[in-house]
Nanobody
Framework: QVQLVESGGGLVQAGASLRLSCAAS????????MGWFRQAPGKEREFVAA????????YYADSVKGRFSVSRDNAKNTVYLRMNSLTPEDTAAYYC????????????????????WGQGTQVTVSS
């Protein structure tokens, strides 16, 4: 049974940092490209960051570029999202997702193309 479990969310003040983790079980994470998405109340889910199988390629939404950093440790079957300089606009539920198919570099922003999803972790940033 494949499971992706996010952790590390919480309530922080503006300007703070958090590191989210996504631990995988039931699959070899090294076979999957990974994405982070978020969804705020009343808004559509949006792409945040993505990382290739080896970690050599990384992509970010413009809204988080320069503040967020995605990384992975395939030996630990875990992907991370480091979030710095958080603002209230970053408040959302954050989800990790795993992608196994081809042409990921053309599809990484599209959540519908991902194969597995975690249950999400809430990040709330107060002003």
């Amino acid at each position: 049974q494949v499971q992706l479990v996010e952790s590390g969310g919480g309530l922080v003040q503006a300007g703070a940092s958090l590191r989210l983790s996504c631990a995988a079980s039931g699959l070899a994470l090294s076979s999957y490209a990974m994405g982070w998405f978020r969804q705020a109340p009343g808004k559509e889910r949006e792409f945040v960051a993505a990382i290739s199988w080896s970690g050599s390629s990384k992509y970010y939404a413009d809204s988080v570029k320069g503040r967020f950093s995605v990384s992975r440790d395939n030996a630990k079957n875990t992907v991370y999202l480091r979030m710095n300089s958080l603002t209230p606009e970053d408040t959302a539920a954050y989800y990790c997702a795993a992608y196994k198919g081809s042409s990921w570099t053309f599809k990484y922003r599209n959540g519908l193309k991902y194969d597995y999803w975690g249950q999400g972790t809430q990040v709330t940033v107060s002003s």
